[in-house]
């Protein structure tokens, strides 16, 4: 059974650091293009970055130059590392197989003072 757990998330003040973990089962996450989306209150979920197999991004331009993807295959997981981290990046962020159409459960990440 493929599962996606993500971690990480927390209360950071702005202009902090976060770094997200999307531990993968079931499937090998380096033979994966792989996303992670967040979904702010009241809003529709959004895609924050795009890797594919290859390891080829793509990152919102809201995200541009503060948010990195990146991976460890020993222990299938991937992380989304975010700097300068602004009140309007609120939101639970999600991890996402687009083959097997998996997603994670979500972790929170609020960004205030």
């Known amino acids: 059974q493929v599962q996606l757990v993500e971690s990480g998330g927390g209360l950071v003040q702005p202009g902090g650091s976060l770094r997200l973990s999307c531990a993968a089962s079931?499937?090998?996450?380096?033979?994966?293009?792989m996303r992670w989306y967040r979904q702010a209150p009241g809003k529709q979920r959004e895609l924050v970055v795009d890797?594919?197999?290859?390891?080829?991004?793509n990152y919102a331009d809201s995200v541009k130059g503060r948010f990195t993807i990146s991976g460890d295959s020993g222990k299938n997981t991937m992380y989304l590392e975010m700097n300068s981290l602004k009140p309007e990046d609120t939101a639970v962020y999600y991890c996402?197989?687009?083959?097997?159409?998996?997603w994670g459960q979500g972790t929170q990440v609020t960004v205030s003072s």
């Open positions: 079931g499937m090998v996450l380096r033979l994966n293009n």
């Open positions: 996402y197989s687009p083959a097997r159409n998996i």
């Open positions: 890797i594919t197999k290859g390891g080829s991004t």
